[in-house]
């Protein structure tokens, strides 16, 4: 069972990047699924969630207008498309699925049953 997460790299304030996760193994087509962060220092922090068809979705209040979530449930992916980047979205993002299927997005902040392994942004001022 595994999440990947590609899509990191080192960008300029004000860019753009979209990461993507897949999942192997395991498809994770029934569960909630989203993105955390973790920079230096600080503990990891809810970003986004979507729910398992895609039909909701839940922000975090510090990357809304400048975040947004989406997944293919053919593909097994889901993404992350982050605008209008800042300094202090400089983190090791991670991808996350749900303990189990069929909850809400807003669920995931505190059910977070697998973790993909990480990737990093850099983002340079």
């Known amino acids: 069972v595994q999440l990947q997460a590609s899509g990191g790299g080192l960008v300029q304030v004000g860019d753009s990047l979209r990461l993507s996760c897949v999942a192997s193994g395991r498809t994770f087509v029934n569960y909630t699924k989203g993105w955390f962060r973790q920079a230096p220092g600080k503990e990891r922090e809810f970003l986004a969630a979507i729910g398992w068809r895609g039909q909701s979705v839940h922000l975090a209040d510090s990357v809304k207008g400048r975040f947004s979530i989406s997944r293919d449930n053919v593909k097994n992916t889901v993404a992350l498309q982050m605008n209008s980047l800042k300094a202090e979205d400089t983190a090791v993002y991670y991808c996350?699925?749900?303990?189990?299927?069929?909850?809400?997005?807003?669920?995931?902040?505190?059910?977070?049953?697998?973790w993909g392994q990480g990737t990093l942004v850099t983002v340079s001022s």
């Open positions: 996350a699925a749900a303990t189990k299927p069929y909850i809400s997005a807003r669920s995931l902040v505190t059910s977070v049953g697998s």
